[in-house]
């Protein structure tokens, strides 16, 4: 994640979306914020993002545009230069909607970076991982084949589910790579193919063809809980949503 995109139309459909469950599954108790913060990007027809069009995404029924409350806090980020765009914020809306947000914080330096013998989320504390749904935030998404600090790696995913309690749901954030249609491991099938090797989990996982979400958890309860919420937003937002690994 990137200052300088921050309040766009993607965090209207991820900010949604974890309300939604968060509201519609009452056994967890908070919301768990791991954020991935990389530097912004110099291209300066980039530089403030260009997916703010909030009316347009009202009228196109984009993921998250029946949320007028939460479009009004997102749109405010416009307004904003963009280096000086904090994406904690966020959390006086979801106290607003009486859901408790704790937000993961590596003191050490402001921007994620993997280094050697790094222990950015070895560090996060149990309390944080249990009746939750914990939510990991990438710049970009899951590692390729050349991952840098815009990419989760397997092995980071695989650690953060093991210490997850039975009571939580962890969730990832993935960009749709540009080259999808070449390499079949980067698609939502493959992902959730590579997911399940290291976690024995198949996510869940939900899209509006320009991100994905997936979902993972522990228990036969939590998904088939999961699985009817999933199902239900997509009915909301039928033409922009698709999902997968739902029975």
Known sequence: MK???????????????IQRILKEMSSLQKFTFIPMLTENEN??????GNKRDFDRAKKGGRPGANNGKLMEVLKGYKEMDAKERDF????KHFKSEGIEMLLYEDKRHEYFDHRPGDEYFKNIPENLLHRSLVFVDP????QIKNSTEKHLLYSEVEDLYRRMGKDSILMIYQHFPQARVSHEEYSPEGRSNDLRKFTRCLPIYISDNEIIFFL???????????????????????KRIIIGNVD
């Open 3 to 17: 200052k300088q995109y921050l309040g766009d139309i993607r965090d209207l459909f991820k900010y949604d979306l």
């Open 88 to 91: 904690t914020e966020i959390e």
């Open 43 to 48: 291209d300066s027809e980039r530089g403030d």
């Open 216 to 238: 993972l958890t522990k228990n036969d309860e939590l998904k088939n809980q999961l699985e009817r919420i999933i199902s239900k937003y997509k009915r909301d937002y039928q």
């Open 139 to 142: 710049d970009i998404g899951l």
